[in-house]
């Protein structure tokens, strides 16, 4: 179980990146994505959209209590934060830890995130000690911890791209 938990959406401010932290789980594979923050119906639906038309079993939901959201997860909790330790330094802990484990919890912010998250969660992990995206940090970590295994197909989906060298060519299955 691969769920990602994206804390303090603000709607109207946050819809696209959340939309992105979605689009992103989705590619490497993830089982669930929860928002919290503002309850944003239209971005959650737009989400829901795209994995009706592309594909997927990952289920998108809204929680308003992140804490339960965290506390309650059985298995691997991992913050995503540009504080955090290394992750060139913590990829094989985690790759290990998660050989054990199974399920992982990815935790990812908007707003500033509160001490609580830090103090509560196996690991807090950075992909780079500078200000950088979201977005860039869950792809990085989720490339990492599953070594390159990008989804490439998704069930029941209505379109899918057909690679190409020099335009863009999608076909309805």
């Known amino acids: ?4 938990l994206r804390l303090g959406h603000r709607h109207g401010r946050d819809d696209r990146i959340s939309t992105h932290v979605g689009l992103t789980a989705r590619q490497w594979g993830a089982d669930e994505v ?3 923050g503002d309850e944003d ?3 959650i639906q ?3 959209d795209i994995v009706d038309r592309w594909g997927g079993e990952i289920s998108i939901r809204y929680e308003n209590s992140w804490r339960k959201e965290i506390s309650e997860f059985e298995g ?3 913050h995503l934060t ?3 330790e290394r992750i060139n330094e913590m990829e094989d802990v ?3 830890r998660l050989s054990d484990e199974k399920d992982l919890l990815v935790i990812v912010g908007a707003e500033k995130v509160p001490r609580w998250v830090y103090e509560n969660v196996e690991f807090n992990v950075s992909v780079g000690n500078q200000p950088h995206s979201e977005i860039a940090a869950l ?5 990492r911890v599953k070594e390159g295994e990008i989804k490439q197909e998704f069930d029941r989906a209505e379109i899918e791209v057909e690679p190409s060298e020099d335009r863009k060519l999608t076909r309805e299955k």
Do not use: H
């Open 1 to 4: 179980m691969l769920e990602v």
């Open 34 to 36: 929860v928002f919290s």
């Open 41 to 43: 119906s239209s971005m």
């Open 46 to 48: 737009s989400q829901r």
């Open 76 to 78: 691997l909790r991992v």
């Open 82 to 84: 540009m504080y955090g």
């Open 94 to 96: 985690l790759r290990d």
């Open 139 to 143: 792809a990085v970590f989720l490339d």
